[in-house]
């Protein structure tokens, strides 16, 4: 090689060494300027890289909502009684695996048909879900979104997520068969119906402008609504209720895991609402990305202390069961529009519902709808309030179209969840006996107790 080339390919490899050190060095605020200009000058991404950073933030973003299974499954047993800590751990598993084969079977491409609706844009496509070929090439996929496989995966965690919320409100006296039935029904037909009309191009989407980011609505209210409704046909624990109108209070077992699995849940929500920007391909999608996880961190953050200072006022004592839902209250309420909002905005947001689930918890009671884990403030009640709150933060949505499409998914959700219980109140029973719920679920359902050696007989 000669002296002239090789100083040739000194030059080119500091130009290139340049461009890649010119991100890092970009850290120090002297060298913003210079960055700013190399990235302004750089050329646009190329497909297969947004193809490739678009499925990995599907497939990051889902192993963070998987984890949040674990969250569910763990802020059940910390609020259930001992005796029924190993039925929710059993309903929490077996409700993931039944979700995940009716997702595969009917429920992705119900909720995506793409052109191939069923009826019109309000019934999706009937038909086993399918990925692209082992070792696929650009001539095979959609270069400009992602892979089939990560976004399957993706979208099937907030089906999961959907069937369990409604595992904690019906908890302690209700059969395991007949739950896991509905289960079935509710993520293979039901969920994917309604999503459909949103995150599938129907109707909610086209004619209502409706605008729920990552799920207040779709996902959130509608476990809130099947939950209700499974609450009222099933009717309260023994003893919830005495016959002169007091509210007798049921402690769970283990506060430690009801913390623990809100402290899981509050990190699935980073994968939960960041992963539905649906994009990381460019430096927008990367901001807002960032955005959203800075949105829905701070939303639980007012949602916990508004609820822990409520608690203060109203009951002179800090109660930690409203300190989580508080928390948990904020998220879902900042879950319909995480991107647009500021921080401060995003604190008032969760504050809200924060305050609200204070507010709901003892008004549940006094309906004597009995909610264990008080899933229906959470996601129901702050579930509604933050699809409104989204016209405060977002100019494209309007009143109407956001309380059109609350009521239009509630009246669904609501009526088919009514002939489903029905139903199988009907055919199966739903409820344990009295004897048996006094027994505990463990014993008489599962077979095998969580706490053997203190458990009361």
């Known amino acids: 090689m000669s002296f002239a080339n090789l100083n040739s390919n000194l030059v ?60 569910f499954a763990m802020l059940e047993a910390g609020l259930v009684r001992s005796k029924n800590v190993s039925m929710q751990l059993t309903k929490n598993v077996a409700l993931f695996g039944i979700a995940a084969l009716l997702y595969l079977l009917v429920g992705y491409n119900l909720m995506y048909p793409g052109d191939n609706w069923t009826i019109l844009n309000v019934i999706g496509a009937f038909s086993i879900t399918s990925l692209q070929p082992v070792g696929a090439t650009a001539a095979d996929v959609d270069v400009g979104y992602a892979s ?16 369990s919320i409604v595992s904690g409100t019906l908890a302690e006296r209700i059969k395991l068969w007949p739950f896991l039935v509905f289960t079935a029904i509710l993520t293979g037909l039901i969920y994917p119906i309604q999503a459909s009309w949103k995150w599938g191009g129907g ?55 009801a913390t623990l699995g809100t402290f899981i849940l509050w990190l699935g929500w980073f994968g939960f609402n960041g992963g539905s920007q649906l994009a990381m391909g460019s430096i927008g999608d990367v901001t807002d990305v960032s955005r959203i996880f800075a949105n829905t961190n701070m939303a639980a953050v007012g949602g916990s202390l508004a609820a822990m200072a409520l608690t203060q006022i109203l ?31 995003a604190v008032l947001i969760g504050a809200v519902g924060g305050i609200l689930v204070v507010v709901s918890v003892p008004l549940l009671d006094k309906l004597k709808i009995d909610d264990v884990v008080g899933a229906i403030p959470v996601h129901l009640v702050c579930g509604i309030w933050g699809t409104i709150a989204v016209v405060f933060t977002n ?31 009907a055919t199966m029973g739903i409820r344990v006996s009295a004897e048996e719920e006094m027994t505990g679920l463990d014993v008489v359902e599962i077979g095998v107790e969580a706490y053997p050696e203190f458990t009361k007989r």
Not at 218 to 227: K, L, N, T
């Open 395 to 425: 100019p494209d949505a309007t009143l109407f179209g956001q309380l059109a499409s609350i009521v239009i998914v509630g009246l669904f959700v609501t009526v088919s969840s009514a002939i489903v219980w029905t139903i199988l109140k």
């Open 315 to 345: 009951y002179k004592k800090i109660d930690i069961t409203m300190v989580l839902n508080g928390a948990l209250a904020g998220l879902v309420s900042i879950t319909a529009e995480p991107l647009t909002p500021s921080l401060v905005s």
């Open 203 to 257: 109707f909610l989407d086209t004619n209502f402008g409706f605008l729920d980011f990552a799920g207040s609505t779709v996902v959130h209210s509608v476990g809130g609504w099947a939950a209700l409704v499974g609450a009222i046909i099933l009717g309260a624990r023994a003893g919830k209720y005495g016959a002169n109108g007091q509210v007798n209070p049921i402690p769970g077992s283990n506060m430690g895991f």
């Open 12 to 71: 080119r490899l500091g130009a290139a060494s340049a461009a890649v050190l010119a991100p890092v060095v970009a850290f120090a605020q002297e060298a913003a300027p210079a960055a700013a200009e190399a990235a302004a000058a750089a050329p646009d991404v190329a497909p297969h890289v947004v193809y490739i950073m678009n499925s990995l933030l599907f497939l990051v973003s889902g192993f963070l909502v998987f984890f949040m299974a674990a969250g």
């Open 148 to 163: 089939a496989g990560s976004d399957f995966f993706f979208q099937l965690m907030f089906c999961a997520a959907t069937a």
